[in-house]
């Protein structure tokens, strides 16, 4: 059973520099969903795509945040110029369909310094 | 926007014991979803309410779409160490294409003594 990878499950990084996960989602599923978490948090939406179309960026999606789906199969999240505020768990989850329930990755923990 | 207010934040029982959370909103949701979380770990699946008033089980949890369509509850019975983690409700925001975003609450914390 392939679930939702992440790629990598912890990054440390200096404030300034940038930063790509990866995200590769159940085989079939057609739709795929980056969320951010803090802690003490829930998961908070940022962006999705439905095949390689990205449907809708969350207002927190800011301009050094660029998303990516190419063929429509896995997805990268890129972070530039990283600030401090932007450690947290980035969770990918995945879709399919018209269903609502969705599926998580394990996340990838990022610590920015 | 819609938001979830999931009590209590935090709970502390003694294993074999039942546990009781809830999840409400000001506004209607026309999905629930209960998910667990592990420490470093991404959220899974629990259960999946579609229809006011729909009572859906999973082993010893049990969950429940609230009449009003504003709460859920999520039981579990006869805790286990395992059950450890943080539970959350989730839903898609009303009024929305459906297979978008899902709103989530802030989390119940759940500690079992062995």
């Known amino acids: 059973d392939t679930g939702v990878s992440q790629d990598p499950r912890h990054k440390i990084t200096k404030r300034g520099q940038n930063v790509t996960f990866r995200c590769d989602p159940i085989?079939?599923?057609?739709?795929l969903y980056w969320y951010r978490q803090t802690l003490g948090q829930g998961p908070e939406f940022l962006t999705y795509f439905q095949n390689e179309a990205q449907l809708e960026k969350s207002r927190l999606l800011s301009d050094r945040f660029s998303a990516e789906r190419p063929k429509g199969s896995f997805s990268t999240l890129e972070i530039q110029r990283t600030e401090q505020g932007d450690s947290a768990m980035y969770l990918c989850?995945?879709?399919?369909?018209?269903?609502?329930?969705?599926?998580f990755g394990p996340g990838t923990r990022l610590l920015v310094l | 926007g819609q938001q979830l207010n999931q009590s209590p934040q935090s709970m502390f029982i003694q294993e074999g014991e039942d546990v009781s959370m809830n999840c409400t909103s000001s506004?209607?949701?026309?999905?629930w979803l209960w998910y667990k979380q592990d420490p470093g770990e991404g959220p899974v699946l629990l259960i999946a309410l579609y229809k006011a008033g729909e009572l859906t089980s999973n082993g010893r949890l049990t969950a429940q779409f609230g009449i009003t369509r504003k709460d859920s509850f999520l039981n579990i019975s006869a805790s286990i160490p395992s059950d450890v983690g943080i539970y959350f409700c989730a839903g898609p925001p009303t009024f929305y294409n459906q297979g978008g975003k899902l709103i989530f609450g802030q989390g119940t914390e759940l500690s079992v003594k062995p």
């Open positions: 085989s079939e599923h057609n739709r």
């Open positions: 506004s209607i949701f026309n999905t």
């Open positions: 989850a995945s879709s399919l369909g018209q269903q609502e329930t969705q599926y």
